[in-house]
């Protein structure tokens, strides 16, 4: 098999792993940063660890990034009207 052959099925993983596990989103985006990966793989047609590594990292903190901005609500954190942590 191809490195990005690889990439690809661990990037099938991350996903199947996400819809079984409600996380909020994280493992969706490794595996969408892992599906970069792949295509780099398959364009250069070669596997480098550092490169790889590095394409995955940037590319996972953008796209959760993106991913949590985007599906973000008004209500998710709510603020306390007044300093008292005991509300009544």
Same mark, same amino acid.
């Given at each position: ?5 690889? %990439?690809? +099925? $661990? /990037?099938?993983?991350?996903? !199947? ?7 909020a ?8 940063? %892992?599906l +970069? $990966? /792949?295509?780099?793989?398959y !364009? ?8 790889d590594?590095?394409t995955?990292?940037?590319g ?13 609500r ?15």
């Amino acid at each position: 098999m191809e490195p990005y052959q690889i %990439t690809v +099925l $661990v /990037a099938i993983g991350l996903a !199947l792993f996400e819809l079984m596990i409600p996380t909020a989103f994280i493992f969706i985006g490794f595996s969408s940063a %892992t599906l +970069l $990966v /792949a295509l780099v793989q398959y !364009l250069n047609n070669d596997f480098v660890f550092n490169r790889d590594l590095l394409t995955f990292t940037f590319g996972s903190c953008l796209i959760i990034y993106v991913i949590r901005k985007s599906v973000k609500r008004k209500t998710d954190q709510i603020k306390l009207k007044t300093d008292d942590v005991n509300q009544y």
